[in-house]
């Protein structure tokens, strides 16, 4: 069980916006910006889309975009295209000096 | 450009060790943490630990305490990860992790190695 909690899965159809949340505690995304997400696409490792919260590294689209409120993070992607099906994972340093991932959610284009 | 070259796929028995490395090229090696990160098959991302960038400092997840070490050779670039006393449920694709900035991100990541553990 990942110590992160995000939905296992949503969709939407090419040109739509969607959001994937990540709520952890105030041991975690509560307490600090060190909230990071990460695209995985089928046999490749990982890709950082967002860091610290909200920015954006260089050559990711601006379609992405990460916010915070509370013990919630938040992943929004904006006119999705075919090629952002994948799976997604927040991640967030923790109290106990330890990182944490959610346990990621499959994004279907429909 | 910053690269990370890890080792080849693994087939290990139940009860032995294995040891992955991760050869780093395109920066100033020194400057930045490794994550060790695995995956096991059609699982998420499990962070196994963080090696400092002289090497002299390492953090592992409770989870593997006892079980794991981190080294790094800095003459030659490479960063290790040995985990021993390996169980089925050790089967994984590990990443090597390059840490950016002491910000508990990665901006790069190794190809992966795949441990298998069976008997």
């Known amino acids: 069980q990942s110590a992160l909690t995000q939905p296992a899965s949503v969709s939407g159809s090419p040109g739509q916006s969607i959001t994937i949340s990540c709520t952890g505690t105030?041991?975690?995304?509560?307490?600090?910006?060190?909230v990071s997400w990460y695209q995985q696409h089928p046999g490749k490792a990982p890709k950082l889309m967002i860091y610290d919260v909200s920015n954006r590294p260089s050559g990711v689209s601006n379609r992405f975009s990460g916010s915070k409120s509370g013990n919630t993070a938040s992943l929004s992607i904006s006119g999705l295209q075919t090629e952002d099906e994948a799976d997604y994972y927040c991640?967030?340093?923790?109290?106990?000096?330890?990182?944490?991932f959610g346990g990621g959610t499959k994004l279907t284009v429909l | 450009q910053v690269q990370l070259v890890q080792s080849g796929a693994e087939v290990k028995k139940p009860g032995a060790s294995v040891k992955v490395s991760c050869k780093a090229t395109g920066y100033t090696f020194t400057s930045n943490h490794m994550h060790w990160v695995r995956q096991a098959p059609g699982q998420g991302l499990e962070w196994m630990g963080i090696i400092s960038p002289s090497g002299d400092s390492t953090t592992y997840a409770q989870k593997f305490q006892g079980r794991v070490t981190m080294t790094r050779d800095t003459s030659t670039r490479t960063d290790y990860m040995e985990l021993s006393s390996l169980k089925s449920e050790d089967t994984a694709v590990y990443y090597c992790?390059?840490?950016?900035?002491?910000?508990?991100?990665?901006?790069?990541w190794g190809q992966g190695t795949l441990v298998i553990v069976s008997s």
């Open positions: 105030s041991s975690d995304v509560g307490s600090y910006n060190y």
């Open positions: 991640s967030s340093y923790t109290n106990r000096d330890s990182w944490d």
């Open positions: 992790a390059r840490d950016l900035a002491g910000s508990w991100t990665v901006d790069y």
